[in-house]
């Protein structure tokens, strides 16, 4: 069950607010029924018309996109900036998707985009703790007692970043420059930022190779897939 406003959102008659409006106005029907109380529920079963017309329903989309640094991950910005839907079709553009676990805007890899609601509120359950996998380079060559202090846990005034596996992929004295792969689950890419920050070593660049059991395997930067029936529901099951 859903609510009526939040349907006919996803069906893209209106926002949610205007939507509101709509069943305000007494200009939706249920059924045949007219309903002008808001969180009204519906079922996937249900008839829903405005102005006695029926509504199609937007179908569920799911989007596995390798995002490239310079574009933000929203739906919009008041400066105008590049955003993750421009990488999109037009047609896709127009199916009101929004990303899952946001990318900062200098942070590059994989990103999930969907119009799934309910997908969504799994996802971003932190209880649930899903295994996202980065690749950093930092600047300066690390010390095996930095790596030792990441294992046992920065705090980083907000909480304690404590990953769940972590090592050195390559140690360049010549660039002095460091590359880690690491794997976390409730920490955002931004508190990764702090956590290298303060033992020293500010981040150059970062990339999410993996998130849950999806990689980046043959999408190349700036492009994107829809993920299999077979993905989506293995998301479902793991959250």
């Given amino acids: 069950m859903e609510r009526l406003s939040k349907v006919l959102a996803q069906a893209g008659i209106a926002s949610r607010r205007k939507a509101e409006i709509l069943i305000l106005e007494k200009r939706v029907k249920v059924n045949g029924v007219v309903v002008d109380v808001l969180g009204f529920k519906v079922s996937s079963k249900d008839v829903i018309t405005v102005d006695d017309k029926s509504i199609q329903k937007e179908p569920l989309i799911y989007i596995l996109m390798n995002k490239p640094t310079g574009y933000l991950s929203t739906t919009s910005d008041e400066h105008k900036r590049r955003n993750v839907l421009d990488l999109l079709?037009?047609?896709?553009?127009?199916?009101?998707?929004?990303?899952?676990?946001?990318?900062?805007?200098?942070?590059?890899?994989?990103?999930?985009?969907?119009?799934?609601?309910?997908?969504?509120?799994?996802?971003?359950?932190?209880?649930?703790?899903?295994q996202k996998e980065y690749i950093v380079r930092t600047k300066g060559v690390m010390i095996r007692e930095r790596l030792r202090e990441i294992k046992r846990g920065v705090n980083i005034g907000t909480k304690v970043i404590k990953p769940v596996?972590?090592?050195?992929?390559?140690?360049?004295?010549?660039s002095q420059s460091t590359l880690i792969k690491l794997i976390i689950t409730n920490e955002s890419a931004k508190e990764l930022k702090e956590m290298?920050?303060?033992?020293?070593?500010?981040?150059?660049?970062?990339?999410?190779?993996?998130?849950?059991?999806?990689?980046?395997?043959?999408?190349?930067r700036g492009s994107y897939r829809h993920l299999k029936v077979h993905e989506v529901k293995y998301l479902y099951r793991t959250s």
Avoid: C, W
């Avoid at 009101?96 to 805007?105: A, S």
């Avoid at 590059?108 to 985009?113: K, N, Q, Y």
């Avoid at 596996?165 to 010549?174: A, H």
């Fill in 196 to 220: 290298f920050k303060k033992l020293g070593h500010e981040v150059k660049n970062m990339t999410r190779i993996r998130f849950d059991s999806l990689t980046l395997e043959g999408v190349q």
């Fill in 165 to 174: 596996d972590v090592g050195i992929v390559e140690l360049d004295k010549e």
């Fill in 89 to 130: 079709t037009p047609d896709d553009k127009q199916l009101r998707l929004y990303p899952v676990h946001k990318l900062e805007y200098d942070t590059a890899g994989l990103l999930i985009l969907t119009n799934d609601g309910d997908l969504t509120k799994k996802l971003t359950n932190q209880s649930f703790s899903i």
